[in-house]
């Protein structure tokens, strides 16, 4: 197995595992902050790795789509990592603190402040959802699709398109890159990368 496929599986592969420990926060102040900080931090180097791998697999092609394949994947990784910046280190950041004063909710008003940003934030009111989340889902959906349209068009077969689809669509379906959204939409990217590199098919420009 070569560098560059172990890299474009590899990736999301560990992705999608490091999803499955992503705590849910319905009580902020009673989170495993232990868990939770070592998987945003995590997320900060995994996020740009999955972009990339997602990027690399349409190659050298050229054409439209493999150009927004590699710019959504780009956005994906610039908005998401600044998102999980914001809405998990930094949050987690606050609550270690609040904790460790013994007063944790004197400090509610500024955790809330953060989780609550209409913009950076992570538990927009009901109804809505912070921009940068909204902006990577986005641009995850359509470099999905993008790739899965230009290795369709390059002579794939249906298999890693189809996965690529379920990959696009996962964080819009489930709302969130916690379990399932997370597990299924980098799991599906990896078994995509996988197929494609262990059953090659004609190279093209497209």
Request: charged fraction near 10%; charge should be positive; include cysteine.
């Amino acid at each position: 197995m070569s560098l560059e496929t172990g890299f474009v599986v590899g990736a999301p592969l560990a992705l999608a595992l490091l999803e499955l420990y992503h705590p849910h926060p319905h009580d902020l102040f009673r989170l495993d902050l232990r868990a939770w900080m070592l998987v945003h931090y995590a997320q900060i180097l995994l996020f740009p790795l999955v972009a990339l791998a997602l990027a690399r697999l349409v190659g050298e092609r050229r054409g439209f789509a493999a150009g927004l394949c590699r710019a959504g994947a780009f956005v994906f990784a610039v908005s998401w990592v600044a998102f999980d910046t914001a809405a998990g280190v930094t949050t987690g950041i606050l609550l270690e603190a609040a904790r460790a004063s013994g007063t944790p909710e004197v400090w509610r008003a500024p955790v809330m402040a953060v989780w609550n940003h209409p913009i950076v934030g992570a538990g927009a009111s009901p109804g809505s959802a912070p921009l940068l989340a909204v902006t990577g889902t986005f641009a995850w959906l359509i470099a999905c699709l993008a790739a899965g349209f230009t290795l369709r068009r390059a002579g794939s077969s249906w298999p890693p398109v189809l996965l690529l689809a379920i990959s696009a669509v996962a964080f819009g379906v489930f709302r969130t890159h916690a379990a399932p959204g997370g597990p299924i939409a980098f799991g599906a990217l990896a078994a995509a990368a996988a197929w494609i590199r262990v059953r090659p098919f004609p190279r093209s420009r497209a």
